[in-house]
């Protein structure tokens, strides 16, 4: 079965003079595989007639146009929003008094199926030309859901949705933080969440004013607090440091005691941690996306990891992911490309203490620690942004490149433009394209205009652009902000590859606690208290960070055999008590 997908936001027809029609074959026979629609003057192609020779797709310059073929088993979609546009296939079954999670990248169709499970979301089997209800008892008798949309077609079923982008929130709630969460509670447990996630400090505020962590956290309390059968919490711990990360999942376990709950998830460990099994979401983005059948937490997040689903004999990506064993690496003796005094940095009402430490060659180090301690102002001195308060301006003869935490959209141009200026003559060369344009997935987004790029699109476009300034040191804060799983391991391998060639250095502020450990050969510690005091460790060896700030936290890791990638042990599981109770919070074998 052929299926084409047309992205509309890309397709430029006036720009192109629809290269994609005028190069199409099928005028030729008696009737035409690409017409122009009259209302919109873009292209539509007839799947029926189209034979799959994929003209159109190399001659449009906008990249706007995917044919693919999928196995006949799926000639029926759960649902198609139009002609030529996204396609989903198959549904996840949701188990009641469980956690389900969902993996997959982003634009597969994991937001669209909880909105279809949650009831949001009529499904049209495929047939979006008619605007009449399916029958979905009679499309899934004999199956789990068939039980599911009953429930949902008698309204026997209620649930509660907690959107992806929480940043909307202030332009649909007003008023008061803490009059909106008693107000919305059905459950009488509002005050208890905002214990548990913290969030005392922002109940006096006004929605308007909080910040994008305070806002997430005042959504998950929102969808948790109302009276539902279900949950569906869609990206909850994107804004979140690593401790309010493990405290919403803490809470969603507590949660799923007596309740069913969907959760979609990029941060491996917190998605391992709360999930009790998963469906991976699998297909080309924005084209079609393929749910697997359900399996363990364990075996999903591995066989995601290699790229094949054995059920569906599918390969994904060409690459397995594998985590190797870096300490006895990071403790040979390395040349000092930079040694940083100890540092002081005060503002009103917060102050920053850091220990000097050394960068050597070849080595890429994790900050890691709570949000509001100071991080990103460590990352602003060593780049020359901020001067320390107990010396001059940080200054070296290396030269540097800096990926600020907020980047701003005011580049008047394309993707193409602003790259080429900055990597000038590298540009053009197989060598860049190979390095950073495609693994970085920036060859699809080229003509887009930076102003006008998603939030992931443009943290890869600021990656590459950082990437691309000829430097001895590069500083990168929250690089994996707004990214997908595949797309925050794809950075992971670029910056462990560039680094390692070059025999440069790298300095990375993370949260996500897989990719710090895929990525660092060391780590920087930061504690103390958010907004008012900020402490810095000097780079310590990998195993000696990580153990010093899980158990701040008071949670564990052990290695999974085979991938080598770092486990979070269950909350008081024999494991997590074994650990603790000989100090080894971040187990280093497998």
Known sequence: M??????YDKCQPKKCNLLCLNYCPGPRMNEETIIIDEETKKPIISEALCSGCGICVH?????AISIVNL???LSKPIHQYGPNTFRLYRLPMPKEEKVLGLIGQNGVGKTSAIRILSGELYPNIGDYESSERKNLISYFRGTELQGYFEKIESKNIKSSLKPQYVDKLSKVAKGNTGELLEKVDERGVSKELINELDLKDALDKDISVLSGGELQRVAVIASMSKDADIYFLDEPTSYLDIKQRLNVAKSIRKLAEQKTVVVIEHDLAILDYLSDYIHILYGQPGVYGIVSTPVGVRIGINMYLDGYIKEDNVRFRDESIKFYQKEEKSLIAKEALLDYPEFEKSYDSFSLKTEGGELNK???????????????T???ILAGVLEPDNGEKFETELK??????????DYDGTVRNLLSEVAKGKFHTNIYKTEILKPLEIDPILENSVSELSGGELQRVAIAACLSRDADLYLFDEPSAYLDIEQRLNFSKVLRRFIGEKEIMAVVVEHDLVSLDYTSDKAIVFSGRPSVLGNASPPLQLRQGMNRFLKEIGITFRREPGSGRPRSNKLDSQKDQEQKKSGEYYYFKT
């Open 59 to 63: 001659k449009c310059p906008y990249k």
């Open 71 to 73: 196995p006949e088993e």
């Open 362 to 376: 070849g080595e890429i180090i994790g900050i890691l620690g709570p949000n509001a301690t100071g991080k990103s």
């Open 2 to 7: 052929r299926i084409a997908v047309i992205d």
């Open 378 to 380: 460590f990352i602003k």
């Open 400 to 409: 540097i490149s800096y990926k600020p935490q907020y980047i701003k959209r």
